[in-house]
T-cell receptor, first 114, second 116 residues
Framework: ETGVTQTPRHLVMGMTNKKSLKCEQHLGHNAMYWYKQSAKKPLELMFVYNFKEQTENNSVPSRFSPECPNSSHLFLHLHTLQPEDSALYLC?????????????FGQGTRLTVV | GDSVTQMEGPVTLSEEAFLTINCTYTATGYPSLFWYVQYPGEGLQLLLKATKADDKGSNKGFEATYRKETTSFHLEKGSVQVSDSAVYFCALRAMAGGTSYGKLTFGQGTILTVHP
């Protein structure tokens, strides 16, 4: 148990559906991240939020839309996805100042787009 | 930009063998270095870390030493177990003036399989 909770753990959606992934942490962290992990590919950083402000968007297609309403919650809104978007989506959180800046990860949402 | 390079896998060992997974990095500033482990069907877990040169991180029998002169952070374990089978990721966070840039850069991961 890392203190970062992602829901749902598994999601199957059609290409015309709209769904959202949720991430929650109560570790007092002030940065949150979305990563995509595909088979046989390195971890891809998608979005970074520092103090609820988006500080990084790694050229992610607009069909992925993040939302960070407060420092404890992070969402990833999905719409009109493609089959190649099927992957494990990992949320993480960390502090951004001081020495202990390691990231804590959730267990991920396994997304399948059909 | 920052980058992390890990040795190519997969790595296959017999139980009780010695493990080394190489990791080198390039970064601006003074990075903190991490090893994460991902067991099947799970997210990433922090295995160990080092925040300054010559620090040694250790946990569960794994060790890694922050070598600034060779920009390396190789992971070692003297005697692996079947339960160590997982994917291992080396990562860095660039630091400057006590503030991180908010980005964790990962290597590509190394799959380790340990046979009885």
């Amino acid at each position: 148990e890392t203190g970062v909770t992602q829901t749902p753990r598994h999601l199957v959606m059609g290409m015309t559906n709209k769904k959202s992934l949720k991430c929650e942490q109560h570790l007092g962290h002030n940065a949150m991240y979305w990563y995509k992990q595909s088979a046989k590919k390195p971890l891809e950083l998608m979005f970074v939020y520092n103090f609820k402000e988006q500080t990084e968007n790694n050229s992610v297609p607009s069909r992925f839309s993040p939302e960070c309403p407060n420092s404890s919650h992070l969402f990833l809104h999905l719409h009109t996805l493609q089959p190649e978007d099927s992957a494990l989506y990992l949320c993480a959180s960390s502090r951004v100042e001081g020495v202990n800046t390691e990231a804590f990860f959730g267990q991920g949402t396994r997304l399948t787009v059909v | 930009g920052d980058s992390v390079t890990q040795m190519e896998g997969p790595v296959t060992l017999s139980e009780e063998a010695f493990l080394t997974i190489n990791c080198t990095y390039t970064a601006t500033g003074y990075p903190s270095l991490f090893w994460y482990v991902q067991y099947p069907g799970e997210g990433l877990q922090l295995l160990l870390k080092a925040t300054k040169a010559d620090d040694k991180g250790s946990n569960k029998g794994f060790e890694a030493t922050y070598r600034k002169e060779t920009t390396s952070f190789h992971l070692e374990k003297g005697s692996v177990q079947v339960s160590d089978s997982a994917v291992y990721f080396c990562a860095l966070r660039a630091m400057a003036g006590g503030t991180s840039y908010g980005k964790l850069t990962f290597g590509q991961g190394t799959i380790l399989t340990v046979h009885p």
